[in-house]
């Protein structure tokens, strides 16, 4: 019997309610594919935050609590996996919730936003246009919501939109466990973390930092750096993989 507290338990009862989120249409097939990518990341990193992940929530934090028009981008992953992390955060940092969705329908925004609704958030919808420089439906979002934020946290990005968004001027926070990936190198600042733990830590985070602490902290990002440092975490821990 594996214990609750233990990441192998957590994983299990995670890929059981994401094989759920499938069959109820929230999360899509290809969002099953991009977890498992991500389990394999996590295996790596050794399932918990690292120093360079904490770091990087802080950082994440402070950008968000000192931006003028946060957004916190959810697709069907992040709800299924933390919807109501999702609204903790948005009560901790003032940021606007909005769905943006790589396979989208309309029924599918609409039961994700009723979850998102369901667990807390207040969801900025309304009618979606097509304002992002995308030729797939990432390109859909809203004029006052994503398309005029300065800031925009996106967890499980796919490259193209992150590349967009930081193209369009705003500064964008990933959330990717793969610090190789298009999204992680072309983001502002990029938490190497699993979405369930760095969700969490950036809400306390926000709660947390001093004024002169968030000043700082927001001046300091350098997204190589910490790229860098969770590549030398993983490759620290393969060093002694069978010790
Ligand atoms: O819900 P939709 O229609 O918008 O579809 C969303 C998916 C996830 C399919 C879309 O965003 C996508 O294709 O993402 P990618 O390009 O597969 O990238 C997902 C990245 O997130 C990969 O680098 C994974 O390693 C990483 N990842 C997966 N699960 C987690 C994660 N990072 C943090 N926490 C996770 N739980």
Request: with cysteine; hydrophobic share 40%; net charge neutral.
């Amino acid at each position: 019997m594996i214990p609750k507290d233990h990441p192998r338990y957590r994983s299990l009862v995670t890929r059981e309610n994401l094989a759920r989120s499938t069959r109820s249409g929230i999360v899509s097939l290809e969002g099953l594919t991009a977890h498992g990518r991500g389990e394999a990341f996590d295996y790596l990193i050794g399932e918990r935050t690292t120093e360079s992940a904490h770091l990087a929530e802080r950082i994440a934090a402070a950008i968000l609590i000192s931006a003028k028009h946060p957004v916190i981008s959810v697709n069907g992953n992040t709800a299924a996996l933390a919807a109501p992390q999702i609204a903790a955060l948005q009560k901790a940092s003032g940021a606007l919730v909005e769905v943006n969705l790589f396979h989208r329908t309309k029924e599918r925004v609409k039961q994700i936003e009723d979850l998102l609704r369901e667990t807390g958030s207040d969801v900025f919808s309304g009618e979606a246009e097509r304002l992002l420089p995308l030729s797939h439906d990432r390109a859909w979002c809203r004029r006052e919501g994503m398309y005029s934020a300065d800031v925009v946290l996106v967890p499980l990005e796919d490259g193209d939109r992150c590349e967009a968004l930081v193209r369009m001027g705003k500064t964008v926070i990933a959330i990717d466990l793969n610090p190789l990936s298009r999204t992680a190198r072309s983001a502002t600042l990029t938490i190497v973390d699993e979405l369930t733990r760095a969700i969490p830590n950036i809400a306390a985070a926000c709660k947390d930092l001093s004024a002169p602490e968030c000043r700082q902290l927001a001046m300091s990002v350098n997204n190589h750096y910490l790229l860098s440092e969770a590549i030398r975490e993983i490759t620290l821990r393969l060093d002694h993989a069978m010790d």
